[in-house]
C-alpha cells in the first residue's frame, strides 16, 4: 500500500495537515495532496537530510494528523526521536525507505566512501553514522552557495568525473507547492550539496580520479596563500 493508500486507511484526509520534508522529491508532497490532505514543510537536519525534530514540533498545529519520514542518501533519520514526538500529538508516522542493495554492494560502496572521507579536500564530506549506507556520497561545496557549487561541478564534471546534485529545487518553491516558510537548512542543502559516485563498479583508478578532480579545485575555493 502506497502513501496515500495508508493515510486513506488512517482516515487521514481533507481538512488534515501532513509534514513532509522540503528536500527531496515532489512525490511525497504529491501523496499527501492526492489523499485530500495538505503538506506542510519542515526543515532537515544538516547532517541527516531528514526530518528536524525541533523543526517538526515547530509546524504541528491542532490539524496535524500525520508525518512521513523519508530516509536520506543511505542514511536514517533520528526516527526514534521522530517517533516519540509524534506519539506526544498523536500523529500518524509513515516512513519512506530507499531501496536495499545487497549488502556485498553495500560493503563495497562504504570502502570507496571511506576513501573519499580520508582523501578530499576542499569540500565537506559526510559526516559518519553506524548503518549508513551510502546511496549517494553527499557533499557540500563551501563557497556561495548554488553558483559555486554548479561552477565546482562543472570543472569536476570538466575533468572526466561524474557527478549530480541530488535536489535542485526544495519542493516548496515548486509551482504546485509553493509555500513562502522558512526553511534555512532545506535551502542551504539544496544550494550546497553534490552527490560524487561511490558505485561497486569504480576501480581504485577512478577513485584516485574522482579525488584528484576535486582536490585540483580547492584554489577556487579559498584564498591562495
Request: net charge neutral.
Amino acid at each position: 500500500m502506497g502513501t496515500v493508500g495508508m493515510l486513506r486507511a488512517a482516515g487521514i484526509g481533507s481538512g488534515d495537515e501532513v509534514v513532509v520534508p522540503a528536500f527531496g522529491n515532489v512525490e511525497v508532497a504529491e501523496a499527501v495532496a492526492q489523499a485530500g490532505a495538505v503538506p506542510v514543510f519542515a526543515d532537515i537536519d544538516p547532517a541527516t537530510y531528514c526530518l528536524d525534530s525541533m523543526a517538526v514540533d515547530a509546524v504541528i498545529t491542532p490539524r496535524t494528523a500525520a508525518l512521513v519520514v523519508v530516509h536520506r542518501f543511505g542514511r536514517s533519520a533520528d526516527i526514534e526521536r521522530l517517533r516519540s514526538l509524534a506519539q506526544r500529538h498523536g500523529l500518524l508516522v509513515l516512513e519512506h525507505g530507499e531501496s536495499e542493495a545487497p549488502y556485498d554492494e553495500i560493503a563495497q560502496r562504504r570502502q570507496r566512501a571511506a576513501y573519499l572521507d580520508a582523501k578530499l579536500s576542499g569540500v565537506r564530506t559526510p559526516e559518519e553514522a553506524e548503518g549508513h549506507t551510502y546511496q549517494q556520497y553527499v557533499v557540500r561545496v563551501p563557497g556561495n552557495g548554488r553558483p559555486d557549487r554548479d561552477a565546482f561541478a562543472r570543472a569536476v564534471r570538466a575533468r572526466g568525473v561524474e557527478c549530480r546534485v541530488p535536489v535542485k529545487t526544495p519542493v516548496h518553491r515548486t509551482p504546485a507547492f509553493r509555500r513562502d516558510v522558512c526553511l534555512p537548512e532545506t535551502e542551504r542543502a539544496a544550494d550546497e550539496t553534490l552527490a560524487l559516485p561511490v558505485d561497486a563498479a569504480l576501480t581504485r583508478r577512478d577513485m584516485q580520479r574522482i579525488v584528484s578532480a576535486c582536490n585540483a579545485l580547492g584554489g577556487l575555493l579559498q584564498p591562495a596563500f
